[in-house]
Structures are given as C-alpha cells and as structure tokens.
C-alpha cells in the first residue's frame, strides 16, 4: 500500500527557461505543482565540470566515449554538457543513483535537441530519460519502483523539466537516460529538498475570470459586495506572500471563494443548464455523439470520461473530451449545444478547456503516469491549438479556418489559442462568448448553438493524435436571476408531472374495470387502493398550478425550492413525480400478477401459426385442432370462476394444459415434417469436386441431401487452420470449416463463391413453392460484403438479398426499396454483430434467414429473425427480366449462390450453417400480382396474408401483410 501511495505522490511535468540555481526560500514550479525550496542542491557534478565523474552505464562501469561526448561550455549558462552521438543502447546508458533521506524532493534538468522530439520514462524505449526511487540498488528500472519522470518534450533549443515526488528514508533516486536521438545534450542536474505549498496559479486563474467578468461592463459591480469587495481583495492579498506556504489557508478560501462566485453570478445571470451541464448521467461512454441537446459531430468520438483520466480538470471527472486516437490525417470535430430561447436578451457561454497531442508518430503510445496504467502519452512539448468556443444561429462547421475563428474575446466567437498544459485542473483554461438575442429571434422559434470547435494545426502530422476535453459549461441569461428561472422551470415541471398524473390515474381506472374474459381476473383491489391513494394529490396539485396553468400558489412553490436550495427538501414536481412513479408502479403490478392469461393467449395464437403455416400443410390438423380447442375451453373455464384468492391454484391448471398444448405442437411438426431437397449442415470435411471427366475443379461438402462446391482456390481443406496476427494471409480469404481451433460443424465464410446446385426433378413447379433457409453470424467489415444468389438454370439472377458493412449496398438487392429497406441487411436491426471466434459461435448470436419463392402467387419474400427480432421483407413481384432489354429465360430456381469478400483476422469472422431447401405447394389463391415485368414496378398486394405468404380470411394475433403493407395484430 505504502509503495502505490508513492506512485500517487510522485507529480510530474516540466516547465522552460533558463537554466538557474534556487536559493533556500525560494519558490520554483513545475507544471503541476508549487514548491518551496528548503535546501541546498545535494548533486555533485550534474554539470558536468569534472566531467563524467560520477556517472556510470548502467552496469555502473565507466561511460562509453563511443556513445556520449563532453561538450565544453555547451550549456545554457555556458556549463559543460554531455551529449548522445548515436542514440545509446540500453548496456550504454548514462546513469547515476542519489540514495536519500525521507521526504519531498525537486529534481531539475536541462535537455536541448536538434528538432521537437519526446522523451519517454519506458526503459528501453527510445529518447529516454527516465527517472525512479528504488530500494533495489540496480540502475535500471525493476517492476515495484517508482516513476518520477514521465513524458516530456524538448526542442532545439535549452529546455528544463522538473519533477517534485516523495521518497521513504532509504531510497534511492535514480537517473537512467538512454536511446536519446543522436546530438541531444543534458546538463544541470539538481536535486533539492523541497515541501509542497499552495500553487498560486490557482489563485491566479480564478482571480482572473472574475476580473474578465467585471470588465465587460455586463453584471452587476456592487463594490459593497462580500464577492467582490472582500473574498476577491483577500485572494489578490495572497499572492506572493508566504501566507500560501500553508495550504490549507488558501484551499477555505477558495472554497468559500466558489460558492460566493456561483451567488453572485445568479444574482447577476440565470444559469440554463443549471440541470443539464454534467454529463455523469450517461455513465462511461464511449464514442458518442450526443449527450442529450449535446450533439457531437460527425465523427462521433465524443465521450464521457466518468471520474476518470490523467487529464481530469474537474475534481470529479465529469467532464467530455474528444479523443482522436491517431491514423491517416488529423479529424476535425465539434459538439454543440441546442436551445430554443424564450426570452430576449444577452446568453453567456463559457466553459473549461483543455487539449494536449499525444506524443510520437504511432496512434497509441501508453503512458506511465504515477497512479494510472494504460493511458496515453502526452506531448506537453507541442502548443495545443485549433479550438474556438462559439455562440450563434448556426453551428460552427468543424473545419473554418484559422482566420475565421481569430476573432475578439468577447465576440460571438473566440480563439482560445494555445490552451495545453500538463495539469489541466491546475491550469485548465475558462472561455466565455456572448449573443445577444432579439425579440423577433425569440417569436421565430429559431434555435441558438453554444459550443466548440475543433481544427487540427496544419503542422501537426499525420498520427500524432490529440485529446480534447470540456467541462463545467454554463448558459446564462443576464439580467435574469436564478431564482426567476428557478421558478419558470419548477412550474413548467409541475404541468408536465400534473398531466402525466391525470393521465396516469386515467388508464389506471380503466385498468380496474376490465373483466376476466379481458384477461385481467386478479389484483383489482390492490389497483384501486393505489388509485385511492394518488387522486387526493392531483386533486391538490390543481390548487398550486389550475389545469390551464395558471400559478394559483407561489409561495408554496417557493418553499419548496428553498428546499432544495438549502439541501433539506425536494421541489414541488419532484413530489408530483414520486406520485405517477407510484400509479405506473401499480398498473405495472396489476398487469404482472395478470401477465400468466396474456402468456396463454399468445402460446395459444403460436399454436394456431404452426397450424397455418404452409409447410405444415401436411400434418394432423385434426388432432392439433382438438388440442388447441381444449386449450382455449380451459381458458374460459378457468376464467369464469377464478378469483384473487384461488389464483395459484387456477396458474397451477393453465400451466398443466399448456404443457399439453406443447406436446401437441410438437407432435403435429412431427407429423407435418417436410423431407429436405438440399440439407447441409457441414458435419462432413471436404473432398475433391471432380467433374465427370475427371478433372478436379476444387472441393465440396456432402450434406444429408445435395452438395456445395467450392471452385479452385477458393476453399481451404485444412478445416483446423487456426488464424493469428503472426498467420494472416494463411487461409485468411478461404472458406473453412471450424472455429478457431475447435472443429465445429460450420463453414467460415471466405472470399469467393459457394454454389448448391438444385437438381432439376426438384425444381418447383408453377403451383409450388421453393424455400431456402439457412444460418448465419456476421460480423459488420470494413468494405465488406454478403450475398445470396437465387439463379436459373442459365445463371440469371431470380432473387437474393445481401448483406452490406458499406453505405451503398449492392445494386441488385431486391430489396433495395423503401417498402423492403430492413432487408437490406447491413440496415437490419434483427441481425447480431458477431465478433470473436469460438465464443460467439452460439445460438444466442444467430441470425436465421429465409427466401420464400412462391410460383403460383408469381412472388417472392424474405425473412430475418436474429437476437435483436425479426424484419420481414415485403412481398415483391418474381422478375421476368435481367433488365430493360433481356427477359430472364425462366424464373425456375436452379442455383443457391453465397458470395463475399470476408477476410478472416481474428476477431473477424462471418460463419455459415444449416442450409435446408424445401419444396411444397402453394396456398395461394392466385397470383397476386399481373403484368409486371420488372422489379423495380410497385406490386399491388391485395387480401390478408401470413408471414410465409398464405392467405387468411382473418387476422388473428400476430404480423401479417395486409394489402401490401406489415401490420401487426394485437
């Protein structure tokens, strides 16, 4: 524990200028903190007078004159300097290790490069100066120690970082710099006792936010305010005192300083998004690109970062950033947020802002930052800008130029500049932006945007990677006070609960009045007592806001705010919320305890489906319809006499017949089991496809009934290739059997195309139906694609749909229309996105899929029921031609085609299974559809029609296609 409280404690990040020595008093800073020096520099030679005295490799031998040169009189005050000539190797490294006294420390050191370049704390990493406590007395870093340094930058010109950190009595510090790019000196290394005060900075920043607000002219300066005249003057007081070396004394302060702030600027100005300015609600999210009214653009990798990262810059994390993680080219993003203002006058935007790049030229450098693990590298070297904070009618597009966002601070729009710095909570910076809205703006109805934009510096390269991040936004009204909007907002909340409670209550007495044979025989009076109960508080809601809404009773509204206000209450809509949170409760409860008659109904409307479904055609109705009428007469049996009191006992009867009813589901599948024409479930391997001369055209797989070939080259026989990052481009395009390394019983989809031919005497015939079922897990690929092919005896085209991870999907989808969207598959909701090898290859990721082709209704259907539902695509005329200008030879289904171009990594797989093929006749009464010559004309479906398109005089419960369109019968 005591070790990971020194990482905690170790705080990093650096600052430039000029080389100088600290005198005991003195005060120096780093990036994230504010020290005070209590001692004397305890480094001998960190300059480099005696030369290398002092310094070893890290075998603690002498140094290597092949890898480090003693430059004379090289330094920034004119000190000697030691410098790489050919990046040193890790054998070669420039090391020294200070043992120390417990306490806290200030090591400082001077580094200058030829260009920009980073330096990392990685042993053995390149450019790297890495510096650690120790107790294991090796000079090169173990697992256990300490970091001290962390990533930093340096230039071509002299550069000093500094590190405070806390070392235990009996460690060691020690500095292990190699690998640094060739010509990069280092010299002044020096090592002072220290103790940590209060950072002024702090102060500094907060007192000049206040000053900027003041001087706008646009609040209200009441020099007689505690605010103002006193919090603010005490602070300024402060500053270069030795009052801060304590810095509890500063931290009340400011503390009380914050809560003064936020009163004086709701006096002044009412905050809109007193409600909506954190965005903890959303949890930890990840590539958003929206957050309620924030709406990212159109990148989408906005996120929230719940309490958490190096780059926090509030004390609880709740902030948003924008993350670009590296690739081709820098992106460009913007997140804006929208409001409709009610009320003339001047809006004020501000916010805090931080951004830094990542360094390096690759997308994800990890970062070893003392308390984290796993982030990003920061290059602090590198001034952040490109970011505009703006206000207006429209959004700013996310790629203006650095020309339009050079504006005034005060304007519509402001540059923030150069905003990086590595202690974002210490320095983060507030920009504010004004507008003024007019009346005729607000009779418009026209919505304002507050937000920022990002644009990457033109001399940033390509990868390098960046983080954006915001917090604490605030929209204000001036001249508005909180409470006024405080009020406006609590009273617009009470309508809103009011009207959700009268409506509530509504339903609910219509809940208590439904009879058995509605399916609601139990919990009635417990639905009445809730109804009791709740009516009393709508009925007193009216006093307070009339049902026009009309505020009959401010002062109790008030009251309750101060409630809130105060931290002791809840407001007024908050109770009226509490209240039709408690009638939905009770609906909720009375629909549950009546939920087994609902459940019973619908296993009752399943059962007469499979009754009607046409491949059942077959089976013994006869028998089914007997079991599923003493179904329904138990039903009504029970129902006539049930009472609250005998309701387990009468749940115990229907759960007893509706295992009879499942058994008579099953038994009549039996009996109307339909024989496969084609049935390939993949449990054979290949074997060579060889034609009747005997020349082999590649492989196939035998299934129960027909076959699937693979030409040449486009299957792999080695049905266990197992594939890895080290093995891509070993089968990664083939098709294969197996997943990973277990042999499962299915085909991994390649690249290429896999044919199953129907034999001719199985062909359907103008009075039949021929329909293809089959299983898939797809996993959504860049520019990839999925097809099946429904094709004659000529290889023209009859039907098929695809499966797109692309905007345009293929042409020929037949179901690329408005009627049939959802078929296009890479739009489909139904189908799960599989990922990851043997794991995900379960039922529970499956998507099934089905073509129907109906000969005598002369159309054709598809269907998918996946994880997330099902889609059903519309009933589409057969076509009878390739195109314009050549008919089709005949529509006669010849050919089952699947064609893609997956490329199998791993974590990238698309699988195939289970192809059935079936044939039986139509129950169509004719064709539904005359004259139509191509399939792009709009077929006009009159009648009732069941999913697998059988014509019903009736709809019962379920989904069905009625003239033409889906429509779901409850």
Request: glycine share 8%; proline share 2%; hydrophobic share 40%.
């Amino acid at each position: 524990m005591k070790k990971r409280l020194l990482t905690l404690a170790a705080l990093v990040v650096a600052f430039v200028g000029s080389s100088f020595a600290y005198n005991i008093g003195d005060y120096a800073y780093t990036s994230t903190q504010r020290v005070k020096i209590l001692g004397e520099n305890i480094v001998q030679n960190g300059d480099f007078t005696l030369g290398t005295e002092g310094w070893t490799n890290a075998a603690g031998e002498g140094t290597s004159a092949d890898v480090w040169s003693m430059e004379e009189a090289a330094g920034p005050n004119g000190e000697n300097a030691i410098m790489s000539l050919n990046g040193s190797t890790d054998d070669a490294a420039l090391c020294r290790a200070w043992t120390l006294s417990g306490g806290t420390y200030l090591i400082t050191y001077d580094i200058k490069g030829e260009g920009t370049n980073g330096t990392g704390i990685v042993s053995g990493a390149s450019s790297c100066v890495d510096i650690f406590l120790t107790t294991s007395g090796t000079l090169t870093k173990a697992d256990g120690d300490v970091n001290v340094s962390t990533v930093d930058g340096y230039k071509d010109v002299w550069k000093t970082n500094a590190y405070a950190f806390v070392a235990e009595e009996g460690q060691s510090l020690v500095m292990h710099v190699e690998k640094l790019a060739t010509n990069t000196q280092l010299t002044n290394v020096k090592i002072y006792p220290a103790k940590v005060v209060y950072d002024d900075r702090i102060l500094q920043q907060k007192l000049a936010y206040v000053d900027r607000l003041i001087a706008t002219g646009k609040f209200v300066q009441d020099t007689e305010n505690e605010f103002i005249g006193n919090i603010v003057e005490v602070m300024r007081s402060m500053l270069g005192t030795t009052e801060l070396d304590d810095a509890s004394n500063a931290e009340v302060l400011v503390a009380e300083y914050e809560n003064e702030l936020l009163s004086w600027l709701d006096v002044n100005a009412a905050d809109l998004l007193k409600e909506e300015k954190k965005w903890s609600a959303y949890g930890d999210t990840r590539k958003q690109n929206a957050f309620g009214n924030w709406k990212g653009g159109y990148r989408g990798r906005w996120f929230h970062k719940n309490n958490g990262g190096s780059n926090e810059i509030t004390n609880d994390g709740d902030e948003i950033g924008y993350r670009f993680q590296g690739g081709n080219a820098l992106q460009s993003e913007r997140i804006a947020y929208s409001l409709v203002p009610n009320k003339a006058g001047t809006y004020m935007f501000s916010l805090d802002v931080v951004g830094h790049y990542m360094a390096g030229t690759s997308g994800k450098v990890y970062n070893f930052l003392p308390g984290t693990t796993d982030n990003y590298v920061t290059d602090w070297n590198r001034d952040f800008k490109g970011v505009t904070v703006y206000a207006g009618k429209e959004e700013m597009v996310a790629d203006d130029t650095d020309a339009e966002r050079n504006v005034e601070q005060e304007g519509q729009k402001v540059d923030c500049g150069v905003i990086s710095n590595p202690n974002a909570k210490l320095n983060c910076q507030r920009f504010v932006v004004f507008y003024e809205v007019s009346q005729a703006q607000v009779d418009a109805g026209e919505p304002l945007y507050f937000g920022i934009a990002y644009v990457p510096d033109a001399e940033v390269t390509a990868k390098l990677g960046c983080n954006v991040n915001i917090a604490n936004p605030q929209i204000r009204l001036i001249g508005v006070t909180q409470d006024e909007i405080d009020f406006e907002n609590e009273v617009a909340k009470i309508i809103v609960q009011q009207t959700a409670l009268n409506e509530r209550l509504g339903w609910a007495k219509d809940d208590v009045v439904k009879t058995a044979q509605d399916g609601y025989p139990w919990g009635k009076a417990d639905l009445q007592a809730v109804i009791d109960q709740c009516q009393p508080a709508y009925d007193a809601s009216l006093e307070v806001v009339d049902a026009e809404g009309n505020v009959k009773n401010a002062d109790l509204i008030n009251e309750f705010l101060d409630y809130v206000k105060n931290g002791t209450g809840t407001a007024y809509s908050d109770s009226l919320l509490r209240v039709v949170q408690a009638v939905n409760s009770g609906r909720s409860a009375y629909s549950n305890i009546n939920k087994p008659i609902a459940n019973y109904r619908q296993e009752i409307a399943d059962a007469e489906a499979v009754r009607d479904d046409v491949m059942n055609a077959q089976g013994d109705k006869k028998t089914f319809q007997a079991a599923i009428d003493a179904a329904i007469a138990k039903l009504d049996e029970v129902l006539a006499v049930t009472t609250d009191e005998t309701r387990e006992a009468d749940e115990e009867m229907l759960t007893a017949q509706l295992a009879l009813l499942a058994e008579a589901v099953e038994a009549f599948k039996q009996s109307a089991a339909l024989t496969p024409i084609v049935d390939i479930d993949f449990s054979n391997g290949f074997e060579p496809w060889v034609d009747a001369e005997g020349i082999t055209l590649g492989l196939l797989i035998k299934g129960a009934a027909g076959q699937m070939t693979f030409p040449d080259g486009v299957a792999n026989a080695e049905s266990n290739v197992v594939l890895t990052n080290e093995s891509k481009g070993i089968g990664e395009m083939s098709f294969a059997l197996g997943v990973g390394e277990e042999l499962l019983d299915v085909l991994r989809v390649g690249n290429g195309s896999a044919t199953v031919e129907i034999a001719e005497a199985d062909r359907a015939g103008d009075d039949e139906v021929i329909r293809f079922n089959f299983n898939a897990w797809l996993l959504r690929l860049t520019d990839g694609y999925f097809t099946i092919d429904l094709l004659n005896a000529a290889d023209q085209r009859v039907a098929g749909f695809s499966y797109c991870s692309y905007s345009e999907a293929v042409a020929y989808n037949d179901f690329n229309n408005e009627a049939n969207e959802g078929m296009i598959l890479n739009k489909s909701t139904a189908v799960a996105n599989t990922t990851g090898d043997a794991g995900s290859h379960t039922d529970s990721n499956k998507s099934g899929f089905s073509l129907i082709v109906d000969y005598k209704a002369k159309a054709v259907q598809g269907i998918i029921e996946g994880p997330n539902g099902f889609t059903t695509g519309q009933l589409i005329p057969l076509r009878t031609q390739v195109d314009e200008e050549t008919p089709l030879e005949d529509n006669k289904v010849a050919k089952f085609v699947l064609t893609s171009n997956y490329k199998n990594y791993p974590g990238r797989r698309c699988w195939f299974d289970d192809l059935q093929v079936f044939k039986y006749a139509s129950q169509a009464d004719g064709p539904i559809v005359d004259g139509i010559s191509t399939i792009a004309s709009e077929p006009v479906v009159k009648g009732i029609y069941t999913l697998s398109g059988q014509k019903v005089e009736k709809a019962v419960k379920g989904l069905y296609i009625v003239n033409g369109k889906k429509v779901l019968v409850k």
